[in-house]
């Protein structure tokens, strides 16, 4: 809640408005008094004035007084505007006192007085002005009885007066407090409503979808950024639209006719209708605000493309499931076969049965490494990411490819930075992207002395590690090049063309991009990964 909403109730201004129509009031009452008293000095021969003609003439005086300075007495603490309220029952009772026979008529400005004061002091001091005022009239009808010799029965109309000074400012305490709770109400529902206008808006702009708002006379209301953006139109335009209440039919007809021609049944389904404007296909769905078209519709523009690709990306998650599914059925009639194969080796010594066998015994082996590479596809959002310091990794990595793969450490160089760097990967997905990649440029390289390469590199920002793997071969066929990251795509008989579409994958996975150079001298492939904050 806002802190002037917690703040003391005795530090709020006045009301203007009806500080300013106290001061009429005041300025008017006293006017018409005093001109009651100077209009019989023209109609007669002058004579000496009375005291009440003074009396009257201060008041008038001290009425336009007030109302002159009228913005300098908006105090905070309102001290002013009590010792204003003060006098003005002081010069009331004064006037019931000098005005013999006009006590019950000027008796009724201290009633007037009394509900102005409460509704500027927040009915706080409602209460005390009656009372002030009560005395006032009880003093003043005793110095008539005393001195006038007024039977004692003249206290009715006094008591009578004073009573109804307390029961206007109760009224007056009670009406104001109940219309301060309510526009403290306003005040926070106003609050909540501005709050929640700005959400709604900092929500709508950051959507990936358009969105456009119509009212019942399909006038645009509200849109956002990327309704201009998927539309093709000005947001000057959208702007003009939304402030000189433009239909939409004038900016975007088609948009209208669809909506037109839909059934109610489509304004409430969650598939997009496409639609093509300005030589781009869009989806566009239709909501109405209530259960009646007529009270408006918003509008959600998507881009058809990004549907197409959610749904392509649904099938292939399906997909995936089911080739593990079947990956998982194919590898035990698989090991069996291979079982089998091994026992027929052993147990004949035919040379064509034998290399009957061993196609088989490849072929098996392909297979299982095709059913290894579709599983490791399927497990590329499973990662495990650890901080790794890069340069340890790739030292080991080094060892243990050339280790296994029986490649002579002076064909195939290391090149690492002196300055040591840390990076978050899963350390199963590096291993397996750089050895598939220092596996297929060992294989296309003249493999002689420095024929592959495998480098550490930072960049300029400091953000960023390259793992670079270069071979001095004969560099990637320019036809095969826009389909070097296709799964199946090889140029290898054995080979099983999951390589490097897995190697990417597994890239992506972690945050990082897979790229290459090739040339007729050779090709390299860049692994940029970014450092880890430590």
């Known amino acids: 809640m806002p802190a002037d909403t917690l703040a003391p109730t005795t530090d709020r201004t006045p009301d203007s408005q009806h500080l300013r129509l106290y001061s ?14 100077l209009w019989p000095y023209f109609r007669n021969a002058p004579t000496e004035p009375s005291f009440s003609f003074w009396l009257l003439l201060i008041f008038f005086l001290y009425a336009i007084a007030v109302s002159v300075s009228f913005e300098s007495l908006q105090c905070k ?70 001195h006038r010799n007024l039977p004692l029965n003249d206290y009715s109309n ?50 990936p979808n358009g969105v456009l708002v119509i009212d019942q006379h399909q006038q645009l209301k509200h849109y956002n950024q990327q309704a201009c953006n998927l539309l093709g139109l000005e947001e000057d335009m959208m702007q003009a639209a939304v402030q000189l209440r433009t239909p939409l039919a004038q900016l975007m007809p088609a948009v209208i006719q669809l909506l037109q021609s839909s059934p109610a049944s489509k304004l409430t389904a969650a598939d997009a209708i496409k639609l093509s404007i300005n030589n781009r296909d869009l989806g566009i769905r239709f909501h109405a605000i209530s259960e009646n078209i007529d009270n408006g519709v918003v509008i959600f523009i998507e881009d058809w493309s990004q549907i197409q690709t959610q749904a392509h990306q649904v099938k292939l998650a399906a997909l ?11 590898r035990n009639p698989l090991s069996a076969i291979s079982h089998a194969t091994q026992l027929m080796q052993e147990d004949t010594q035919q040379p064509g049965t034998q290399r009957m066998l061993q196609i088989i015994s490849d072929n098996v082996q392909r297979l299982d490494q095709i059913i290894k590479d579709v599983l490791e596809l399927n497990r590329r959002d499973r990662t495990n990411q650890e901080q790794l310091n890069i340069n340890h990794f790739v030292q080991e990595f080094y060892q243990q490819f050339g280790a296994v793969e029986k490649i002579d450490l002076a064909h195939f160089t290391l090149d690492l930075p002196a300055k040591e760097s840390t990076i978050v990967f899963d ?61 199946f795509m090889t140029t290898e008989k054995t080979g099983t063309g999951l390589g490097l579409f897995i190697a990417r994958e597994l890239a992506e996975a972690n945050g990082a991009k897979l790229n290459y150079i090739s040339s007729a001298n050779g090709t390299q492939f860049s692994l940029t990964v970014k450092k880890a904050i430590v």
């Not at 501005?194 to 709604?200: C, H, I, Q």
Request: positive net charge; proline residues 2%.
């Open 77 to 146: 603490r309102g001290l002013a505007l009590k010792v204003q309220t003060s006098l003005d029952i002081v010069f009331i009772v004064g006037m019931m006192h000098f005005l013999p026979g006009n006590q019950s008529g000027i008796g009724l400005l201290l009633i007037i007085n009394i509900i102005f004061a409460g509704l500027i002091s927040d009915g706080r001091f409602a209460l005390f002005y009656a009372a002030i005022a009560t005395i006032g009239i009880l003093l003043e009808n005793t110095f008539q009885v005393i």
């Open 24 to 37: 009429l009031f005041r300025l008017g009452a006293s006017g018409m008094l005093f001109g009651s008293q």
């Open 427 to 487: 350390r199963r997905h590096i291993n397996q992207i750089l050895w598939n990649l220092c596996k297929n440029g060992w294989r296309h390289s003249q493999q002689h002395a420095k024929s592959l390469q495998l480098k550490v590199l930072g960049d300029k920002s400091g953000q960023f590690i390259h793992i670079t793997i270069k071979d001095d071969g004969s560099g990637i066929d320019p036809k095969i090049q826009p389909h070097l990251f296709e799964p």
């Open 320 to 330: 995936g499931r089911l080739t593990a599914n079947i990956a998982h059925e194919i």
């Open 158 to 207: 006094a008591v009578l007066l004073s009573l109804s000074c307390f029961a206007t400012a109760w009224l007056a305490q009670t009406l104001t407090a109940r219309m301060q709770t309510s526009e403290t109400l306003a005040t926070q529902r106003g609050q909540d409503i501005e709050y929640l206008a700005k959400t709604n808006a900092l929500i709508t702009q950051e959507m």
